[in-house]
Nanobody, 124 residues
Framework: QVQLVESGGGSVQAGGSLRLSCAAS????????MGWFRQAPGREREKVAL???????RTADSMKGRFTISQDNAKNTLYLQLNSLKPEDTAMYYC??????????????????WGQGTQVTVSS
């Protein structure tokens, strides 16, 4: 099992930036697929970005060019850089992991380990 703890959320004005972090309790390289998701009040959970052990990434179309996922395997830490934030980006952001089966860049795969989330609030 892996435990995930997110941090770095906060309140910013539109156009601002935040860097979210997700610390994993165990070694994730070549073991777990990792990703970021978000959920706004009253809305379904939304895919944000995925990354594989080679550092290849996949980002949801609506967030391309603004959000960047990355990882530091030595620190077992996943990151999400949020730039040019918009009020509609307001949501709870979650880090997630699943056992490495198939492609880690497949948005259709389910994730079974989740962090508690970190809140991002963007004001206009």
């Amino acid at each position: 099992q892996v435990q995930l703890v997110e941090s770095g959320g906060g309140s910013v004005q539109a156009g601002g930036s935040l860097r979210l972090s997700c610390a994993a309790s165990t070694y994730t390289y070549n073991t777990y697929c990792m990703g970021w998701f978000r959920q706004a009040p009253g809305r379904e959970r939304e895919k944000v970005a995925l990354i594989d052990s080679l550092g290849r990434t996949r980002t949801a179309d609506s967030m391309k060019g603004r959000f960047t996922i990355s990882q530091d395997n030595a620190k077992n830490t996943l990151y999400l850089q949020l730039n040019s934030l918009k009020p509609e980006d307001t949501a709870m952001y979650y880090c997630a992991a699943r056992g490495w089966v198939g492609s880690c860049l497949d948005f259709t795969q389910g994730y079974n380990y989740w962090g508690q989330g970190t809140q991002v609030t963007v004001s206009s």
